[in-house]
């Protein structure tokens, strides 16, 4: 009779494909039991998005089948993120394992579009998220979240006045366009951000969130710098397009985190070409092509996707319905969902090595 142990040993070689360590040594496997031929353990991922989990359950099937006289292998896959390594100067988040900037060089390159179909592809997949709609020029998170109009409400509890966070489709959002008045000069509105962010980050009731998105404003100028030297991140996503202008504003923004000594997750390109509705099996390189492959190798930061230009996209975000919900089959849906993946993998490494 084959006891735990055996089962463990041969499970031993098995790794993590992204953290390339022993599945054994990360204590990713745990409950095993041996049943006559069928041994059966639990999985323990380190995101529920994993984009390599059929991968790595079968590779482990194959490792215990090895062992004589075992014919059933029963993967029960479960999945708890990392905390993020706590980081010199920053008071981390109590209850927010990690937080992940999404951040643009330039203003329109689909930055807020990224940030949410992210939080809600991470969500779709079982993770808890929050959204930090930060964009102090053009909040429009909650418009593309379906929320326009919302606030996020004051309780007052134990440790004073605490924010709750307006809530859609498993994302809970607050949004600088909650407090801030419209019509104020942008001008007026960076010099709150400081006071701001810390009240959205420690007096909102977040609750547990595997992964806090922010959405940034635009640019590496001084609000930037100011937010990005408050938030406690575990690194940041650099949305850009191909086009050359872009991709010289998205490299000042990848220097300022890496200056700030934030890691930077990777790269999104955004618009990188164009399906029309009419002929799904042509593309069109509007604004050309590789851009954000050659920064990414450029700058040693892994592109972690390609986003088409497609109608579907901006219509689900003025209709309040991201991609990946409206229409998660289309060529934009599918790229969002596989950065989710990847981003939430890159965070996985970023805290465990
Ligand atoms: N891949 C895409 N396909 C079609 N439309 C897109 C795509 N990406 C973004 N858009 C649209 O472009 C507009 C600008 O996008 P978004 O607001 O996400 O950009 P941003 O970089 O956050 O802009 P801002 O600087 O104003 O915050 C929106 O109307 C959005 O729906």
């Given at each position: 009779m084959l006891d735990t142990q055996t089962v463990l040993n041969v499970l031993r070689p098995v790794q993590d494909p992204e953290l390339q360590k022993s599945l054994v040594e990360l204590n990713m496997i745990r409950n095993v039991r041996v049943d006559g031929s069928k041994v059966s353990f639990t999985l323990v991922l380190t995101t529920p998005a994993c984009p390599l989990r059929e991968f790595i359950v079968e590779d482990c099937q194959k490792a215990v089948k090895q062992l004589p006289g075992i014919e059933t292998v029963d993967v029960d896959v479960t999945a708890e993120t990392p905390q993020?390594?706590?980081?010199?100067?920053?008071?981390?988040?109590?209850?927010?394992?990690?937080?992940?900037?999404?951040?643009?060089?330039?203003?329109?390159?689909?930055?807020?579009?990224?940030?949410?179909?992210l939080a809600v592809a991470l969500?779709?997949?079982?993770?808890?998220?929050?959204?930090?709609?930060?964009?102090?020029?053009?909040?429009?998170?909650?418009?593309?979240?379906?929320?326009?109009?919302?606030?996020?409400?004051?309780?007052?509890?134990?440790?004073?006045?605490?924010?709750?966070?307006?809530?859609?489709?498993?994302?809970?959002?607050?949004?600088?366009?909650?407090?801030?008045?419209?019509?104020?000069?942008?001008?007026?509105?960076g010099?709150?951000?400081?006071?701001?962010?810390?009240?959205?980050?420690?007096?909102?009731?977040?609750?547990?969130?595997?992964?806090?998105?922010?959405?940034?404003?635009?640019?590496?100028?001084?609000?930037?710098?100011?937010?990005?030297?408050a938030v406690p991140m575990s690194g940041a996503v650099i949305v850009t397009t191909p086009q050359s202008v872009a991709l010289a504003d998205a490299r000042r923004g990848l220097m300022m985190f890496r200056q700030l000594g934030a890691q930077v997750l990777g790269i999104v390109e955004n618009m990188s070409y164009f399906i029309p509705p009419d002929q799904p099996d042509r593309q069109y390189d509007l604004f050309g092509s590789g851009g954000g492959e050659k920064t990414a190798r450029e700058l040693d930061v892994p592109l972690l996707g390609c986003i088409p230009l497609e109608i579907a996209l901006r219509e689900g975000g003025d209709r309040g319905t991201p991609i990946v919900l409206a229409d998660p089959d289309s060529a934009s849906a599918q790229a969002l969902t596989e950065i989710a993946g990847r981003v939430a993998a890159r965070v996985s490494v970023v805290a465990l090595t």
């Open positions: 993020q390594k706590s980081l010199p100067d920053r008071q981390s988040v109590p209850g927010i394992r990690n937080i992940i900037a999404v951040s643009s060089g330039k203003g329109g390159v689909g930055k807020s579009s990224v940030a949410v179909n969500a779709q997949a079982g993770s808890r998220v929050g959204l930090l709609d930060a964009d102090i020029y053009g909040p429009n998170a909650p418009g593309m979240l379906g929320l326009d109009g919302a606030k996020v409400t004051v309780r007052n509890g134990a440790q004073g006045e605490v924010l709750e966070p307006a809530f859609n489709y498993g994302v809970k959002l607050v949004s600088m366009g909650f407090l801030i008045d419209p019509d104020q000069p942008v001008i007026w509105r010099p709150m951000l400081n006071g701001i962010i810390r009240q959205f980050l420690y007096q909102v009731e977040w609750g547990e969130l595997d992964y806090l998105i922010v959405d940034m404003p635009p640019g590496t100028g001084d609000a930037q710098l100011t937010l990005a030297q």
